[in-house]
């Protein structure tokens, strides 16, 4: 089932999730209560239970046609502690027949797409497959690990191999950086893995940070508009961050605009020009292209308390886990993939990537054999 979605429909890709969390909420629901939840299960449960109020106020309309998912992928990650997922044998067969087909799809400039009816596809074009690239780039770190495993280091590096070649002849850049950054943090974590996951964390860390860091260094949006020396994308993401972060300061710092604001401030905020370019873009399109920017402009310091809680709360877990080596590299990959494309591709909104993410994290603890206490 994975294949021909991450081809042909990357926005059904919830589905799969679903298929393999059917066990995990069923774990939930038989479960006995327990008495003393993770620091991060309480703090991320209050956010999301945040995210929810907040829809009292947000000025976005039919924002609860959102949220509604946000309680659900919490209570399947919390399905996913208490009971042992399903094998996952089919899962890599599916993730890796995903890879063969995006990649003939990707180097023949979407030449599967181009021959399945029918002719008037919206989804077609070249960007479609980076997204279906980038919803499996999620999965990498397990498929890797999972061939690793089962088939030896030349077919899971065959399985890197295909993969940096289709993302870099596809037209989106986070990819490629999340892809290097990836199998960066993997290698590294071969050779000091416990250097490499504390490296990880505090990358992730400073992702955190930054949103505090660009309110306060970062020029006005018509000084920066009139850069050059860089990319395009990259001066645009820094108007629409600098575009946000001013209407946070200026609107409800402490409480945020509501669940679903950043996509009514796109609405609002216009189109300005790129000076250096000779382009006219929105200064907020659709969503900040940065997850923690977006958190803090839509839950205001309150919620961004609780992601950091989360977070720290997370990161001490993690650190106490005596993994294997091969488990404590595909996890470094997954967490640096995760800051990448979090930072600068994705949004909070985004139901098919927060998706792979979490059914990422449950193939890699079916791979673990272990049980959550």
């Given at each position: 089932?994975?294949?021909?979605?991450?081809?042909?429909?990357?926005?059904?890709?919830?589905?799969?999730?679903?298929?393999?969390?059917?066990?995990?909420?069923?774990?939930?629901?038989?479960?006995?209560?327990?008495?003393?939840?993770?620091?991060?299960?309480?703090?991320?449960g209050?956010?999301?239970?945040?995210?929810?109020?907040?829809?009292?106020?947000?000025?976005q309309?039919?924002?609860?046609?959102w949220?509604?998912?946000?309680?659900?992928?919490?209570?399947?990650?919390?399905?996913v502690?208490?009971?042992?997922?399903?094998?996952?044998h089919?899962?890599?067969?599916?993730?890796?027949?995903?890879?063969?087909?995006?990649?003939?799809?990707?180097?023949?400039?979407?030449?599967?797409?181009?021959?399945?009816?029918?002719?008037?596809?919206?989804?077609?074009?070249?960007?479609?497959?980076?997204?279906?690239?980038?919803?499996?780039?999620?999965?990498?770190?397990?498929?890797?690990?999972?061939?690793?495993?089962a088939?030896?280091?030349?077919?899971?590096?065959?399985?890197?191999?295909?993969?940096?070649?289709?993302?870099?002849?596809?037209?989106?850049?986070?990819?490629?950086?999340?892809?290097?950054?990836?199998?960066?943090?993997?290698?590294?974590?071969?050779?000091?893995?416990?250097?490499?996951?504390?490296?990880?964390?505090?990358?992730?860390?400073?992702?955190?940070?930054?949103?505090?860091?660009?309110?306060?260094?970062?020029?006005?949006?018509?000084?920066?508009?009139?850069?050059?020396?860089?990319?395009?994308?990259?001066?645009?993401?820094?108007?629409?961050?600098?575009?946000?972060?001013?209407?946070?300061?200026?609107?409800?710092?402490?409480?945020?605009?509501?669940?679903?604001?950043?996509?009514?401030?796109g609405?609002?905020?216009?189109?300005?020009?790129?000076?250096?370019?000779g382009?006219?873009?929105?200064?907020?399109?659709?969503?900040?292209?940065?997850?923690?920017?977006?958190?803090?402009?839509?839950?205001?310091?309150?919620?961004?308390?609780?992601?950091?809680?989360?977070f720290?709360?997370?990161?001490?877990?993690?650190?106490?886990?005596?993994?294997e080596?091969?488990?404590?590299?595909?996890?470094?990959?997954?967490?640096?993939?995760?800051?990448?494309?979090?930072?600068?591709?994705?949004?909070?909104?985004?139901?098919?990537?927060?998706?792979?993410?979490?059914?990422?994290?449950?193939?890699?603890?079916?791979?673990?054999?272990?049980?959550?206490?």
């Amino acid at each position: 089932m994975a294949a021909p979605i991450l081809l042909l429909s990357f926005r059904s890709f919830p589905g799969v999730t679903a298929a393999y969390a059917v066990p995990a909420l069923i774990g939930l629901a038989l479960a006995p209560a327990f008495a003393r939840p993770a620091g991060w299960v309480l703090a991320l449960g209050s956010l999301v239970a945040y995210s929810l109020l907040s829809v009292l106020w947000t000025p976005q309309g039919g924002a609860m046609d959102w949220v509604w998912w946000q309680p659900t992928l919490f209570l399947v990650g919390v399905g996913v502690f208490l009971r042992p997922p399903p094998p996952v044998h089919m899962l890599t067969i599916g993730l890796s027949l995903a890879l063969i087909l995006l990649f003939v799809d990707a180097i023949t400039g979407s030449g599967i797409r181009a021959i399945v009816p029918p002719e008037n596809r919206p989804d077609k074009d070249l960007v479609a497959t980076a997204r279906g690239i980038g919803i499996l780039l999620m999965m990498m770190p397990f498929l890797v690990l999972a061939l690793w495993r089962a088939a030896g280091p030349l077919w899971a590096m065959g399985a890197v191999a295909a993969f940096l070649v289709a993302a870099f002849v596809m037209p989106v850049e986070a990819n490629v950086l999340a892809a290097v950054v990836g199998c960066g943090a993997a290698a590294a974590a071969c050779w000091r893995p416990k250097a490499a996951i504390r490296l990880v964390l505090a990358s992730g860390g400073a992702a955190l940070a930054l949103p505090f860091v660009f309110a306060i260094v970062l020029p006005p949006v018509s000084v920066v508009s009139a850069w050059s020396g860089m990319p395009a994308s990259w001066v645009h993401r820094l108007v629409i961050w600098r575009t946000v972060l001013d209407d946070w300061l200026a609107g409800q710092p402490l409480f945020g605009a509501g669940a679903r604001a950043a996509r009514a401030l796109g609405k609002e905020a216009g189109t300005f020009e790129l000076s250096s370019f000779g382009i006219t873009a929105s200064r907020v399109p659709v969503h900040p292209h940065n997850v923690p920017i977006e958190i803090l402009y839509e839950y205001g310091l309150i919620g961004y308390g609780l992601l950091l809680a989360s977070f720290l709360a997370g990161a001490r877990s993690l650190l106490k886990l005596d993994l294997e080596r091969d488990m404590n590299a595909a996890v470094c990959a997954l967490m640096a993939i995760i800051v990448v494309i979090f930072s600068i591709q994705t949004t909070m909104w985004n139901v098919y990537f927060s998706s792979a993410t979490l059914l990422t994290v449950y193939a890699l603890y079916g791979l673990s054999g272990r049980q959550a206490s």
